[in-house]
C-alpha cells in the first residue's frame, strides 16, 4: 500500500507539560472552573485560588461518574437563583447555607474521587533518574536483543507477547537529517509490512507531538530532549525506544547580517524567534546563560521552522535559533551563524532526538518495535555512507540541493544501535546509560 504523508495538525493546548521544581516557590494558581460534556462549574461557588480543587494532573478531569449529570445540585449559570427567577426573595442567610451545601457536596465528589484535596500550593517534584530510566529501560529488552541477537525475553523483563501485524502504523516524524528521514525515503518499513499502511505524519515542534501521544493518535514518534523530558515527568502514554542523534551545528543562532549584530552579546535589544519549548529554544536560553545574558535583554518570539523564513523577510526578527533545513534558508537569505548547539553543547547544554512508542502499541505489536528498530540501524547506517543515491534521498526530503544536504550531514552525530550501548547514551539493559540524567538535567 503507498505511505501517507500528512501535516500535523494537532492543537499544541491539547497538552500542558508543566514542569516544577519543589525548590521553586509555587505561584498563587487562579480560580479554577471544570468542564466536562455534562457539568459546566463557575460563579461565586467556586473556592478561591482553587484552594479546594485539586492539582493538575494527569489523573484529573472535569467530568467524571462521581459527577452529577447535567449539573443537577448546581445553581444554574454559577448563581444560587433558580430557573425561570422564581422564588427570588431569599434571605441572605438562606443564600449563604445554599452556597455553603453545594460548595460541601462538590467538595466531598472530588474527595472520593481523586482523593483528598492538596493544600495550597502543592506542585508535582520532578522524580529523579529512577523515573527516567524506569521510561528508557521498560523498552530496553527490545533494543537490548536486538544488539545482541538473543531473544525478546532477555533482560529485565518479558516483552509482551506478539500480535498479527497491525492494520495501520503512524508515525510522526521531524524533517530532520536523521536515519530515520533516511528510511522514511528509502521505504524500508513499507518494504518490510507490505500489507500494512504506513502513515506518516509531519511535525514541526515537539510539544505538537506530546500532544498527538496525549490523544492516541500516534504509534511511533520521534521527540527531542526538552519536550521529551517534559513527557515523561507528565506520564504521558509513551517510552523510549532509540536514540537517533546529537545534535551539533544542524540548530544554530542565525542572524542578518544587516542586524549589527557581531556576537552573541550582540543580540541585546534585538529579536530572535525560536519555537518555545523545542531543543533549540533550550539551547537558545542555555547559549545566552552561558554567556551570562538576561532573556529579558531581548525579545524571544515563539516561531516554528516552517514560519520562520517568512518573519525574517518581513522584518519582524533579527535571528533565530533554528534547525536544518530552515537555517540553511536563512543563511541562503543574507544570514550568518554566530553559534550552534555543538558549542552549547560543549559547555553542558546537550541537546538530542529520541524516539518513543506509545504504550499500548508496545504491547500489542513489539514484534514491529524491534524490526522498526532494525531498519532504522540499517538507515542510519546509510546516512553515515553517504551514498549519492541516499544523499539525493535525503535531498529530496529535505527540500534542500544535494550540495546543501552533504554539508548539512556533517551538523548532526547520528547514533546506529551499537553507538548507543555507549554508557554515554542509552546503555546496555544490565547498564542503563546517562540519557536518564541528561532527561532529568533538562527537566
Not at 164 to 188: C, M, T, V, W
Not at 359 to 382: G, W
Amino acid at each position: 500500500m503507498p505511505e501517507n504523508d500528512t501535516e500535523g495538525g494537532y492543537d499544541e493546548a491539547a497538552v500542558t507539560c508543566k514542569i516544577t521544581h519543589d525548590t521553586v516557590p509555587p505561584p498563587e494558581p487562579a480560580a479554577k472552573a471544570l468542564h466536562g460534556p455534562n457539568l459546566t462549574v463557575s460563579g461565586t461557588d467556586l473556592p478561591a485560588k482553587g484552594t479546594d480543587l485539586p492539582a493538575d494532573g494527569p489523573n484529573l478531569t472535569g467530568s467524571g461518574p462521581d459527577l452529577p449529570a447535567d449539573g443537577a445540585d448546581l445553581p444554574a449559570n454559577g448563581t444560587d437563583l433558580p430557573a425561570n427567577g422564581t422564588d427570588r426573595h431569599f434571605h441572605p442567610r438562606r443564600l449563604r447555607a445554599r452556597r455553603q451545601r453545594s460548595k460541601s457536596m462538590r467538595r466531598q465528589r472530588l474527595t472520593e474521587t481523586h482523593g483528598a484535596s492538596p493544600s495550597r500550593g502543592h506542585q508535582p517534584v520532578i522524580a529523579g533518574p529512577a523515573a527516567f530510566t524506569a521510561g528508557i529501560a521498560s523498552v530496553l529488552p527490545i533494543l537490548g536483543a536486538f544488539l545482541m541477537g538473543s531473544a525478546l525475553l532477555l533482560a529485565l523483563h518479558a516483552a509482551p507477547a506478539a500480535a498479527a501485524d497491525p492494520a495501520e502504523i503512524r508515525i510522526g516524524y521531524f524533517q530532520s537529517p536523521n536515519g530515520e528521514l533516511l528510511a522514511k525515503g528509502q521505504g524500508l518499513l513499507q518494504k518490510r509490512f507490505p500489507n500494512t499502511k504506513i502513515s506518516y505524519i509531519k511535525f514541526d515542534v515537539g510539544r505538537d507531538v506530546n500532544a498527538a501521544f496525549a490523544g492516541g493518535s500516534l504509534d511511533i514518534g520521534i521527540i527531542g530532549t526538552p519536550p521529551g523530558a517534559a513527557g515523561l515527568v507528565n506520564n504521558l502514554p509513551y517510552k523510549i525506544y532509540y536514540l537517533h542523534d546529537i545534535i551539533g551545528e544542524s540548530e544554530a543562532l542565525v542572524v542578518k547580517e544587516s542586524s549589527g549584530i557581531a556576537d552573541i552579546q550582540g543580540v541585546k535589544g534585538k529579536t530572535v524567534a525560536s519555537p518555545f519549548g523545542s531543543t533549540s529554544h533550550f539551547s537558545l536560553l542555555a547559549a545566552l546563560k552561558q554567556n551570562g545574558i538576561d532573556p529579558k535583554e531581548l525579545k524571544i518570539l515563539d516561531i516554528t521552522g516552517q514560519e520562520v523564513h517568512a518573519a525574517w523577510t518581513r522584518g519582524d526578527i533579527d535571528g533565530a535559533y533554528i534547525w536544518q533545513p530552515a537555517q540553511a534558508v536563512l543563511v541562503a537569505d543574507g544570514g550568518r551563524v554566530i553559534t550552534n548547539s555543538r558549542e552549547v553543547a560543549a559547555k553542558g547544554g546537550i541537546t538530542g532526538e529520541f524516539g518513543i512508542v506509545s504504550d499500548k502499541f508496545y504491547a500489542e505489536h513489539p514484534d514491529v518495535v524491534k524490526a522498526y528498530i532494525e531498519i532504522l540501524d540499517r538507515a542510519t547506517k546509510d546516512y553515515k555512507a553517504a551514498s549519492p543515491e541516499n544523499v539525493a534521498i535525503l535531498a529530496r526530503e529535505l527540500g534542500l540541493t544535494e550540495d546543501e544536504t552533504r554539508n548539512v550531514l556533517t551538523q548532526i552525530i547520528v547514533l546506529d544501535a551499537a553507538d548507543q550501548k555507549d554508557p554515554k547514551y542509552l546503555g546496555t539493559t544490565s547498564n542503563p546509560g546517562a540519557l536518564a540524567q541528561l532527561l532529568k538535567d533538562t527537566a
